[in-house]
């Protein structure tokens, strides 16, 4: 059992910066790609942003090219999401995930692991 925990949300105005957290506890993997996904009320689950084992890899949505970065900490078991000039199509409940292989999966049905969300509310 892999448990995800998630911090950073909140609201922000648009333009502004926030960084999401993630930090893995419990049974560890030898190698794992981690992501983070979104979801907007009414609308899918959808990938933001990947990174592979051990962190060279990096995947973006096109929408978060430039402006969101992604990262890893493998000592801390943590993956993090800048998220720099946020705009209100980026709120969201945003979610961490976990894949038991190396690579950076861009499909929901790839992770096995996942947080509990945390929200991000970007006002006009």
């Known amino acids: 059992q892999v448990q995800l925990v998630e911090s950073g949300g909140g609201l922000v105005q648009a333009g502004g910066s926030l960084r999401l957290s993630c930090a893995a506890s419990?049974?560890?993997?030898?190698?794992?790609?981690m992501g983070w996904f979104r979801q907007a009320p009414g609308k899918d689950r959808e990938i933001v942003a990947a990174?592979?084992?051990?962190?060279?890899?990096?995947y973006y949505q096109d929408s978060v090219k430039g402006r969101f970065t992604i990262s890893r900490d493998n000592a801390k078991n943590a993956v993090y999401l800048q998220m720099n000039s946020l705009n209100p199509e980026d709120t969201a409940t945003y979610y961490c995930a976990v894949k038991r292989d190396s690579r950076p999966g861009t499909s929901r049905n790839e992770y096995n692991y996942w947080g509990q969300g945390t929200q991000v509310t970007v006002s006009s």
């Open positions: 419990g049974r560890t993997f030898s190698t794992y790609a």
């Open positions: 990174i592979d084992w051990p962190g060279d890899l990096t």
